[in-house]
């Protein structure tokens, strides 16, 4: 370092090039040849192209049984609702007779048959086939979960009562408790996190290797087309490439919207989504101020949960609706639409107990972009949005990604030394890739890769974790060997 | 004060960095007068960003830090001119200039949170300001944060600017870490090698990045 600038040592400039820096061999030294470094050499997609590979290759060996467990459970997610309909037909459908009883008769009739039960809310069905939910907190039940008792509406006699998860069903609920978190509580949720949090950097980096492969005209058709006519890991890595290309879109929208849910990730994603204005918005339960006079008696009097269904039928709200009686004296009943399929329906009222006037009205129109993004992909994840065409995908995207992932794994097997004796492993991709890539590319993508690391730090940990471990034995084989670094 | 506890320390981490080695490189015979000096001012900006990332860091006093800060934005223009050392002159300014910003950017921000209130020195010396609560909470990301406009807006241009001034600092230090003189077999570098040559806008980068952050929580 030259001390005369007021400055801590650093050249004037850096390298142009590697080649510019390169420290002349002394006599008598015995050297290794000179690596070059990115900071000039080929092109950075070039350059780019080996730690793509490097990256693909250990995160999906990696991460490849993580993500395999949630495709596989993901799968059998998507043949949830045929599964309660068959298993739940007693509970949820009627034969439609005459016209419905009031639906306080109907609560009153659950509330007999869950005598301790807290009730915390009522869905009334969409069509004249469909049953009526009521919901009940209850001592004893595993946390998040609820004691829904079904009622026929022409009689008001109780079909049966299930513990339900949310909206779902037991069937539902432990498929849904399968693929979020293995039945492991809030440890488990890790699996589906890592699998979240690394889905994204496989598809984009597998995209990457793919599409950036260099082709002529007439092989372009082999981008999106297996190539039946390859043998052996070239036939394989056709498949895998082709079907990730069909796959990606699908399983970038899987990644990010199974991130909302996660524990760390979701957290971090929430608070951004504040941050940005982009929260699910609520109606409030408090009432507007009255006179002091009329403040006893509006506390006092309720109007029933028929009239409020009925002024919030007025507002305009249709389909399945969820009613959530007020809680404690001076707050409002509120009904929500619960229609989640397209077009969805969330539109919601809070309504005053005392007169049975709408107090506010939050439409589903006016919720922020953020939010209804948010509401369509989670639906959509859920297989909830399009029907049975959403569940059809959502199956072909768990099936690609398993084929995916088990292609991955052949191709690895494919590339182990066939000639020597013993087990062996296939080649990992050639360490040192990173020297290939200017510092203008790689600085960057590492602040980049910093930030996403900290915001999803399933994403970051095991990718710290990796790099340090990745350096610690390049240092030591290097050692080993004498090699220069 | 950072809120967020892992952030903190990661904050805290980096800005340890370029303290230690800063404090390493002023006490190595090798390095100059001018050497010494930024090295020194280095070290304390490393020192006082992790302070202004814990509670405890509130209660230090506002003033002497604003002078500190501004005194050395000052040194490195005025040094850069008068001892140009073996760049030209508009060299050497270039090359201090990023210094002097960061420099004058801790005493702003420094400055800035004096005026709301949240450090000691200001306002009657209250020095805790309710902290204590942020801490708990750790919902958010930072107690730190400006409501007015115009101090919000230049915190995040501030935070920008430090981005871009890291990014640059962090490419350069890549390239150098990765210039390889020939080894002899298993044996260290030749003599003459320098192969700390990377630390120092590495040290750099690390310092304008997380001031970044700061900035970006300030903004």
């Given amino acids: 370092m030259s001390e005369s600038p007021p400055l801590p040592d650093t050249p004037v400039t850096p390298p142009s090039s590697a080649a510019a820096e390169v420290v002349p061999p002394r006599s008598g030294d015995v050297t290794k040849p000179v690596t070059a470094t990115g900071a000039g050499s080929g092109t950075t997609r070039a350059s780019l192209r080996p730690l793509l590979l490097r990256l693909h290759f250990y995160a999906g060996v990696v991460v490849g049984p993580f993500l395999l467990v949630a495709a596989v459970t993901g799968l059998a997610y998507t043949a949830a609702p045929q599964i309660e309909s068959v298993l739940y037909e007693h509970e949820l459908k009627v034969t439609p007779r005459g016209s419905a009883e009031p639906l306080a008769e109907q609560v009153a009739a659950a509330e007999r048959a869950v005598p301790d039960g807290t009730l915390l809310s009522v869905t009334k069905g969409a069509g004249p086939t469909d049953s009526t939910r009521v919901t009940f907190g209850k001592d004893g039940l595993a946390e998040g979960y609820t004691l829904t008792a079904f009622v026929d509406p022409y009689d008001h006699e109780v079909l049966g009562t299930l513990e339900t998860f949310g909206q779902w069903l037991p069937a539902r609920a432990w498929l849904d408790d399968l693929h979020r978190n293995l039945h492991l509580g809030e440890f488990g949720r890790n699996y589906s996190e890592l699998a979240a949090s690394w889905l994204w950097v496989e598809v984009l980096g597998g995209l990457a290797l793919w599409a950036g492969t260099p082709r002529n005209r007439q092989r372009l058709r082999r981008l999106v087309v297996p190539d039946g006519g390859a043998k052996g890991r070239r036939r394989t890595m056709s498949w895998h490439g082709a079907v990730g290309l069909w796959a990606s879109v699908g399983l970038l929208g899987l990644s990010a919207t199974g991130l909302t849910w996660s524990g760390h990730a979701g957290a971090s994603i929430g608070e951004v989504q504040d941050a940005l204005g982009g929260s699910t918005p609520a109606v409030s339960t408090a009432l507007p101020a009255v006179g002091s006079g009329k403040e006893d008696a509006g506390r006092t009097r309720d109007v029933g949960i028929d009239a409020a269904v009925a002024a919030a039928q007025d507002a305009g709200l249709r389909g399945v609706l969820v009613v959530t009686p007020p809680s404690e004296a001076g707050t409002a009943y509120v009904v929500k639409e619960n229609t989640r399929s397209w077009p969805v329906r969330q539109d919601s009222v809070a309504v005053a107990p005392a007169t049975g006037e709408v107090t506010q009205t939050l439409r589903f129109d006016d919720f922020p972009v953020l939010a209804k993004l948010t509401s369509w992909g989670i639906n959509a994840h859920m297989g909830l949005l399009f029907g049975l065409v959403n569940q059809i995908v959502l199956a072909l995207l768990a099936i690609g990604l398993i084929a995916m992932i088990l292609w991955g794994y052949r191709m690895w097997w494919l590339r182990r030394p066939t000639r020597s004796e013993g087990f062996a492993l296939g080649r990992a991709p050639a360490r040192g890739a990173w020297r290939r890539i200017p510092g203008r590319v790689l600085a960057p993508a590492l602040v980049l890769a910093a930030v996403i690391g900290y915001y999803l730090p399933l994403f970051g940990l095991p990718l710290l974790v990796f790099l340090v471990v990745d350096v610690t034995v390049g240092v030591v084989r290097r050692r080993g060997t004498g090699a220069g670094a | ?219």
């Fill in chain 2, 1 to 219: 004060m950072i809120a967020a506890n892992g952030l903190r320390w990661i904050l805290t981490l980096m800005f340890a960095a370029p303290a230690l080695y800063g404090l390493w490189r002023l006490v190595r015979p090798t390095t100059g007068l001018t050497g010494r000096v930024g090295h020194l001012l280095h070290a304390a900006m490393g020192v006082l960003m992790i302070a202004m990332a814990w509670p405890w860091g509130m209660d230090l006093a506002v003033a002497p830090q604003v002078v500190l800060f501004a005194a050395g934005a000052l040194w490195f223009v005025a040094a850069s001119l008068v001892w140009p050392g073996e760049r030209s002159r508009s060299g050497a300014v270039r090359a201090a200039w990023p210094h002097a910003l960061m420099m004058g950017a801790m005493a702003w921000m420094v400055a800035a949170m004096g005026t709301s209130g949240a450090m000691a020195g200001h306002g009657g010396g209250t020095g805790h300001g309710g902290h204590e609560g942020h801490a708990a909470s750790g919902s958010g990301l930072a107690s730190m944060s400006l409501t007015a406009t115009g101090p919000s807006v230049a915190s995040a241009l501030l935070a920008v600017a430090l981005t871009a001034i890291g990014l640059v600092w962090l490419a350069r230090a890549l390239d150098l870490a990765r210039v390889r003189a020939p080894l002899p077999a298993g044996g260290p570098a030749p003599a003459g090698t320098d192969t700390t040559a990377a630390l120092d806008p590495a040290c750099h980068a690390v310092m304008a990045l997380g001031m970044a952050v700061m900035f970006a929580l300030f903004a």
